[in-house]
């Protein structure tokens, strides 16, 4: 028997009874679901011989779970697909995952590990807003109220994320709102702005050296949704004399393991060229 199932090219099942200390009968069923909802809707005998488990367990699972909403059974089609309860289910998750709550946390973290004060931005437009902020208790510190804007091109969260937009969609952007200067450090010009974009994809992290106010600095790194669109930032900023280009380069890899947490705990996915970095 098991010769012939191999010759029908039935795979090998993942479900064994030596699965530590999982439940057989449950793990299966959670397969089910994640297997079903790849397909998005399928024939019984396909699911089952995609999982390598019996065509009756199968039907079994898939019935039980359609019982409880989480399948659903297209009668003209004789197809399973994945039901409202699986949505319901779902929605829970994106909703205990708004980005201001599961950022704060490692907001506090990346303020506590670094000793600067930690940053959450937004874009709009070619502004960031900030959202979110946890201050260091260093006497002098960087400090944003709630709702501040800032120009995309004199921000570190800003740059980050300008370095993941498309070219014709910067070159657009600069052209309408152009590049103003706030200090004689900000970048003015496009070709000093792809330079610095250019900089930011290869090492993951942004760096405004006093080029929004002076005396100040910040490092800045993107936050991905879950189609690999730059939503958000996090970032750190403090007084200048802390930002040496040692202190930087920590910074820097603190900013983009802080981006990279919020990132998938929202259910967001990094850019390809982005983890190749």
Not at 22 to 30: C, E
Not at 154 to 171: F, H, R
Not at 249 to 259: C, D, H, I, N, Y
Request: hydrophobic share 40%; charged share 20%.
């Amino acid at each position: 028997m098991d010769s012939q199932r191999k010759q029908r090219g039935r795979p090998r099942s993942k479900f064994t009874d030596n699965s530590g200390a999982t439940m057989q009968s449950l793990d299966r069923a959670l397969g089910v679901l994640t297997s079903l909802s790849s397909y998005g809707q399928t024939a019984l005998t396909d699911l089952a011989h995609g999982l390598g488990i019996p065509v009756a367990t199968t039907h079994r699972i898939l019935t039980t779970m359609q019982k409880n909403g989480f399948v659903a059974f297209d009668e003209a089609d004789q197809t399973w697909s994945i039901g409202i309860e699986a949505y319901r289910t779902g929605s829970a998750f994106l909703r205990r995952n708004n980005l201001f709550d599961v950022s704060r946390p490692i907001l506090r973290r990346l303020m506590e590990n670094t000793g600067e004060t930690a940053n959450l931005a937004v874009p709009d437009g070619f502004e960031v807003i900030f959202i979110g902020q946890v201050e260091t208790s260093q006497p002098i510190r960087a400090f944003f109220n709630p709702g501040v804007r800032t120009s995309m091109h004199a921000s570190g969260v800003g740059k980050a994320i300008l370095a993941t937009w498309d070219e014709p969609v910067l070159t657009r952007m600069v052209a309408t709102h152009g590049l103003a200067s706030y200090t004689n450090a900000t970048i003015t010009t496009a070709a000093a702005l792809d330079g610095a974009l250019e900089k930011i994809r290869r090492t993951g992290w942004s760096f405004d050296a006093e080029e929004r106010y002076g005396g100040m600095s910040c490092i800045g790194a993107a936050i991905y949704n879950a189609r690999s669109e730059a939503i958000a930032g996090i970032s750190v900023s403090g007084p200048s004399t802390r930002f040496s280009d040692d202190a930087a380069r920590l910074f820097g890899q603190s900013v983009l393991e802080a981006a990279d947490q919020i990132t998938a705990q929202i259910g967001g996915v990094k850019p390809k060229q982005q983890d190749d970095i």
